[in-house]
């Protein structure tokens, strides 16, 4: 059974930091790109960030929305099977709710989590 289990969510004042965490289970971890997704009320779902597999070539590379560059940091333990997203430097339009993403390498299936909120206010 597939589980992403999100968390580290919650309420941080403006300039504060969380992190998050993503545990996988079911798959292959280090078999998939890992990425954090963001949804605020109103919004279409973004990418935020994202770190490459394992396997591939470019293992552990990593891209940000350039709303967060700078202030946000993803990573990967694959001996943990979890991804993490350290945000710092918290603004109110970071405010959202925060899903995990795992997509393969090497075949066409991926999954959600089920998220977790993120609320930025003083």
């Known amino acids: 059974q597939v589980q992403l289990v999100e968390s580290g969510g919650g309420l941080v004042q403006p300039g504060g930091s969380l992190r998050l965490s993503c545990a996988a289970s079911?798959?292959?971890?280090?078999?998939?790109?890992m990425s954090w997704y963001r949804q605020a009320p109103g919004k279409e779902r973004e990418l935020v960030a994202a770190?490459?597999?394992?396997?591939?070539?470019?293992?552990?590379?990593?891209n940000y929305a350039d709303s967060v560059k700078g202030r946000f940091t993803i990573s990967r333990d694959n001996a943990k099977n979890t991804v993490y997203l350290q945000m710092n430097s918290l603004k109110p339009d970071d405010t959202a709710v925060y899903y995990c993403?795992?997509?393969?390498?090497?075949?066409?299936?991926?999954?959600w989590g089920q998220g977790t909120q993120v609320t930025v206010s003083s």
């Open positions: 993403h795992a997509n393969s390498a090497v075949f066409t299936n991926h999954y």
């Open positions: 770190i490459t597999s394992a396997i591939t070539s470019t293992s552990g590379s990593t």
């Open positions: 079911g798959f292959t971890f280090r078999h998939y790109a």
